[in-house]
Every structure is written in structure tokens, then in C-alpha cells.
């Protein structure tokens, strides 16, 4: 049976229908019309491209096009000058749109030529573009930049007004159509089954390999069967399991029992990947970065001190002074996060790595066994050295035990404490109370910290008027809607240190429209908005209620049936303070609703 391709133009297409709507089930239904309209061999490279990319989130592999090479590549392909471009560029304010209307206006430059199966230039394959595209990301090297301008050229020189619009925006990073992979694996389940029942099951074998281009190959191929016997793999990241919350050492005893209890280490989450036959090693973030570059001091470590011919394994990156031996803060710890000067940078900030999971040893998944057969399985696999150590922990079943326990993580100047279940699994990408933290109170009424995004800022006035910034909007992740939502405004609290710093972080990020995936009142809208990607770590006093904050609030409509009405408030934060920037998380990895709900409880009962 001969299949039809799908073409770019086709992708376009729908991509345009994703940009048109805000609402996450259609958004859902549109995604699974597309996956249908796919075939297995192009499914997966189409998912890459929904992310921008042309290889995993984990892959480092991006494309390296910045506006001005753009502009080039447009005025080339369409035969104009570069001012003419960059005229309409301004305009806009999207160089997608522009190249659009600007391919509208200029003739097709190349000839109206045809592929064996008869398809006109710009009516390219899907594949086509895709393979064209992965040549732009990857190339390197002396002449990189003409090659990705001459790619780029002759792709806008050929493809439709339409295309074009959306290979600029993909190529620059500026898609974003307005969702994140989990509503891709609701789509998945849609594909298969007109409903989201089968996301559970998808998005487990997600969390095993984040690779939403393997995860939709296979279904497609095989339907849910595909992807029932999922496992982790040397080189791909397992997303990491999170924490839950609870507020003191009496409901950690009721809720998991007699447990194991270690520090909470004030530093950089790492899963380390390793292969004995070839001296293979990879280090990734929490949000799936590769950090191998940035600690060869790690990498060597494990190459000598891991008896294993297989592992995967997780612990945490902690700075200390050389001269004291003493661990240093958590912002010390993040300069090793760098491109250059890597060696010299090792030894002014020299790291310890404290290991303390293990998820995969050679050939045999561990996930879902016990948490103490792991540990012990840790315990024999790593031989410590200066640079690798074994994360102690302490089997506790008293309250006091744990509280003592807590007291002394604080003095030693830890974060507080971790409590695992002694049976509890590995759940990958995922809370259930297996893992609880328990860190030092920031007030009387608030337990933790909230890592929020920074969704936009509002200009300055008097003093803050230097810095071009007064107050800046942050937001938490509802995930039922897959959106940020607005929890609280930060102004007062910094330091010039802090302000300058913020400027300087934000100075990419700014966009000129709202984000679809921002849910903010027209009373709290920002001079400037940002893409999402500035995460930071901010204290504050109490959980309060509020009419115009969008976190947890929910909306009805009128008698009249016309407007909506505030029929139960949202959640906002009474005195937020910057603590410090979370350049190891993403997005997605910020506070959620729900962990807001469950605080605001908690804080009630403390009072």
C-alpha cells in the first residue's frame, strides 16, 4: 500500500490552526488530527519540530540563527535587499510574519521544477524540510554560518508564504504555538483513543525516556502496546523524581512510617549516566541539560570510582572552599554552569558530588524496586573519593529523631531534610510521597519556598527608574490547563546587585505580545512581557487570597450569562522576596497550583 507524504505545507497549515486558539482541548484535537494524518517514519521528526528542535530536549544540538543571520538568509532566498527586510521586520515585530508577507509581494526566484513524484518545489516533504533543518543545526565549524544562510536561503527561495512564516520562527526559537509536551501526550492518547485515559500510561513511559520523537514512533507504530516495556537507556535522562511537602516530623512518620533520612544538599540536582566499554559519561540537569562539559572533574571521578559496567545514577553537585573545606552557597555552586574557562573556573570553585539514588545498573532497571535494596546497591557500586560521595542517611522512627536530624542540617547549613519511604519506588517525573522534604521555615506561617516564573515586569519609577524596571509579575504552572498562572508582583527587597542582575537575565527574554500560556488579570498586565524561561527561588511571609491573582482562582459566568465573575479567589503571596535565580530549572519545574493549595492549607492549620 503506497502512502501518501505529509508535506510542510500541510504542517504549516495546522501549525496555523494551533496558533489561532488558547483553549487546551482544542488545541489537544488538533495535535491528534495531525498525529493521524502522519506517518510512523514521520511522526517522531514532526514532534521534534513542535519543540522547535531537531533532536530531544536533551540533545545539545540547537540551531544557532539569530535574527541578523535571518535577515540574510530571507533577503537571499527572496532575492531583495536586507534593508527592504528588515523595514518590514520592524513593522511587524515577527520576522516570521514578515518574511510571509514579504514572500507574498516577491515572484518565486527559482524555477517551477518538480520531484520524481511530481511535486513542486514548494510543495516539499515534511521530511524534506526536516532533513534540510537538521543540516542547519548541525553545522559547526569555520563556514558554519554561510552554509546555515545558503540552507536557509534556498528553503525560503522554495517552500510557500505560509512555510516560510513558520520555518523562520522555528529556525530562531520563536514558535511557541502555545503548549508544552504534556498536552502532546494527551494528544497521543486522543490519537489513539478520542479521549486523554491513556495519558497515565504515556506519560510514565515519557518519565522513563523523555523523547517525545521515540514515545510517538513507537505508538504510531505499534499503538499503546509500543511503549508498554519502555526503559531507561545509557545517554537519555530519566526525568527526576520530586518531593512532597509536609510540614512537620509528626505527619512524616504518619504518612511513610519508619524511614530513611539524609540532608537536603544546597545545590545542583545531577544524574549521571556511565558505560565501563567506553569510557562513556554524561551529566544532565533536572531539566534535562547536558552538563558534561562543565564538570570534567565529576566525569573523571566517575570513570575511576563506579564498579558498575552500566549506571545510572543521581546525587547532588555542592561547591566548598578549597581552603576551608567548607560548602559554599548555592549561586558559588551555579558559576561552574559555563562554557568557558572550565578548568580554571574547577579549581577556584572545587565540587563534591553526593550520590544518592541509584535507577539503572548494567542491563537492570531498579526503578521500581524498594528503596533500600537500591541503597544498598549504591552503597556497593560507589567507591568514594574526593569527589564523589556517599549521601549518609539515617533510618529514624521517632519524632525526635527526625527533628534533631533537621536541627543539625541547618547548623551544618543544609537546607533541611529529605525522608524516603524505606519501600517506597523511583517514581520518575513524579510526587506520591515516596520522597518528602522538610526544609527550614521562611516565616512562622510558610514552610518553604516557592520557585516561580518571571512572566513580566512593569516599568520603575524614582530610583528603579536606572534600571528600567519597577516590579516584575510572577506566575506558578496549573497543570490541568497546562498554563501560568499569576501568584504575585516582586519590587521591594532588592539589591542594586540584584536589580542589575535581573536586567541583565531579562534582556533576551522580552517579547512584544502576551504568551497564550499566561492567564493574568487585565489589572496586573506587564509593560513588557517575557518568553517563559527565568525561573526564580523567592520567600514570603503568607498565602493570602486574591481577586485578581489567576492562581486557583476560578471563574463563572454572570446572572446575565454574558461576563465572567471571580467565583472563587486565587492565591497571592504577602511580602515576596528574591532569594536567588534557579538556573537548574525549567518552566514546567516550577511551584504548582496544587503544591500552593496543599501550603495554604498547611499554613491554616499552623496558625
Same mark, same amino acid.
Given at each position: ?6 508535506? !510542510? ?7 496555523? /490552526? ?9 488545541? @489537544? ?31 545539545? @544540538?540547537? !540551531? ?21 527586510? &528588515? ?33 513542486? $518545489? ?12 537538521? /543540516? ?28 516560510? %512564516?513558520?520555518?523562520? %520562527?522555528?529556525?530562531? =526559537? ?10 502532546? $501526550? ?31 514512533? *513507537? ?16 545517554? @537519555?535522562?530519566?526525568?527526576?523524581? #520530586? ?32 558505560? #565501563? ?46 581552603? @576551608? ?9 551555579? /558559576?561552574? %554552569? %559555563? ?24 542491563? #537492570? ?12 546497591? $549504591? ?27 533537621? =536541627? ?12 524516603? *519511604?524505606?519501600?517506597?519506588?523511583? /517514581? ?17 506561617? $510558610?514552610?518553604?519556598? !516557592?520557585?516561580? &516564573? ?17 516590579? !516584575?509579575?510572577?506566575?506558578?504552572? =496549573?497543570?490541568?490547563? =497546562? ?16 536589580? +542589575?542582575?535581573?536586567?541583565? *537575565? ?10 497564550? +500560556? ?12 517575557? +518568553? ?24 463563572? &459566568? ?18 515576596? *522576596? ?30
Amino acid at each position: 500500500m503506497t502512502t501518501k507524504p505529509m508535506l !510542510f505545507k500541510r504542517l504549516s497549515e495546522y501549525f496555523q /490552526q494551533l496558533e489561532s486558539t488558547s483553549l487546551r482541548l482544542k488545541i @489537544t484535537e488538533i495535535l491528534a488530527e495531525m498525529f493521524k494524518d502522519a506517518e510512523k517514519e514521520e511522526i517522531g521528526k514532526l514532534c521534534y519540530l513542535l519543540q522547535g528542535r531537531v533532536t530531544p530536549l536533551y540533545d545539545s @544540538t540547537e !540551531f544557532g540563527v539569530a535574527d541578523k543571520m535571518m535577515i540574510r538568509a530571507v533577503a537571499q532566498g527572496l532575492d531583495i535587499e536586507t534593508d527592504q527586510v &528588515l523595514k518590514e521586520f520592524k513593522k511587524m515585530g515577527d520576522l516570521g510574519s514578515a518574511t510571509e508577507k514579504l514572500k507574498i509581494k516577491t515572484p518565486d526566484a527559482g524555477p517551477d521544477l518538480k520531484d520524481p513524484q511530481g511535486l513542486t $518545489l514548494n510543495d516539499l516533504k515534511l521530511i524534506d524540510v526536516y532533513e534540510i533543518l537538521y /543540516q542547519v543545526a548541525t553545522s559547526s565549524g569555520e563556514g558554519s554560518q554561510e552554509v546555515k544562510v545558503n540552507l536557509l536561503s534556498n528553503l525560503i527561495k522554495q517552500i510557500d508564504p505560509l512555510s516560510a %512564516r513558520y520555518i523562520v %520562527r522555528l529556525t530562531l =526559537d520563536k514558535l511557541r504555538l502555545g503548549f508544552s509536551d504534556m498536552t502532546v $501526550l494527551d494528544s497521543l492518547s486522543w490519537m489513539i483513543k478520542g479521549s486523554k485515559e491513556l495519558r497515565p500510561e504515556i506519560e510514565r513511559a515519557y518519565n522513563l525516556r523523555p523523547d517525545l520523537g521515540y514515545i510517538s514512533q *513507537r505508538i504510531k507504530d505499534k499503538g499503546i502496546k509500543g511503549i508498554k516495556h519502555v526503559q531507561p537507556v545509557i545517554g @537519555t535522562p530519566i526525568l527526576m523524581a #520530586k518531593a512532597d511537602r509536609l510540614k512537620n516530623s509528626k505527619e512524616i512518620l504518619e504518612k511513610i512510617g519508619r524511614c530513611a533520612v539524609e540532608f537536603k544538599y544546597d545545590g545542583l540536582r545531577l544524574q549521571v549516566h556511565y558505560k #565501563k566499554s567506553n569510557n562513556f559519561v554524561k551529566l544532565f540537569s533536572r531539566n534535562l541539560e547536558d552538563l558534561t562539559p562543565c564538570f570534567p572533574d565529576i566525569s573523571e571521578s566517575v570513570k575511576k570510582s563506579v564498579a558498575a559496567d552500566e549506571a545510572i545514577f543521581e546525587g547532588e553537585i555542592v561547591a566548598y572552599n578549597p581552603q @576551608t573545606g567548607v560548602n559554599v552557597a548555592f549561586q558559588q555552586t551555579m /558559576q561552574r %554552569r %559555563r562554557k568557558y574557562d572550565i578548568e580554571k573556573k574547577a579549581a577556584e570553585i572545587p565540587v563534591k558530588l553526593y550520590v544518592f539514588e541509584l535507577l539503572y545498573q548494567s542491563g #537492570k532497571n531498579l526503578i521500581g524496586l524498594p528503596y533500600r535494596k537500591r541503597k544498598g546497591l $549504591l552503597k556497593k557500586m560507589i567507591k568514594e573519593d574526593a569527589v564523589l560521595k556517599y549521601a549518609n542517611e539515617t533510618i529514624v522512627e521517632k519524632e525526635e529523631e527526625i527533628e534533631q536530624l533537621f =536541627d543539625d542540617s541547618v547548623v551544618e547549613g543544609y537546607e533541611g531534610i529529605i525522608a524516603k *519511604r524505606l519501600d517506597g519506588v523511583y /517514581q520518575a517525573g513524579m510526587r506520591g510521597f515516596s520522597w518528602i522534604k522538610f526544609k527550614r521555615a521562611m516565616s512562622k506561617k $510558610l514552610m518553604d519556598t !516557592f520557585d516561580v &516564573l518571571v512572566m513580566g515586569y512593569t516599568f520603575g519609577e524614582g530610583k528603579r527608574t536606572i534600571f528600567g524596571v519597577g516590579e !516584575f509579575l510572577t506566575g506558578v504552572y =496549573d497543570e490541568s490547563q =497546562d498554563k501560568f498562572v499569576s501568584i504575585t508582583k516582586i519590587g521591594t527587597g532588592l539589591t542594586d546587585e540584584q536589580f +542589575r542582575e535581573f536586567k541583565k *537575565r531579562i534582556a533576551k527574554l522580552e517579547i512584544k505580545e502576551k504568551p497564550q +500560556r499566561y492567564l493574568v488579570d487585565k489589572l496586573l498586565e506587564a509593560d513588557v512581557w517575557l +518568553r517563559p524561561a527565568l525561573v526564580v527561588e523567592i520567600s514570603a511571609d503568607e498565602l493570602t487570597r486574591s481577586q485578581v491573582h489567576t492562581a486557583g482562582r476560578i471563574l463563572g &459566568l454572570s446572572k446575565s450569562g454574558k461576563a465572567e465573575k471571580v467565583t472563587a479567589p486565587g492565591y497571592s503571596l504577602r511580602f515576596p *522576596r528574591l532569594e536567588r535565580f534557579r538556573d537548574d530549572k525549567k518552566p514546567e519545574g516550577v511551584t504548582t497550583v496544587l503544591e500552593i493549595m496543599s501550603m495554604f492549607k498547611s499554613q491554616g492549620e499552623r496558625e
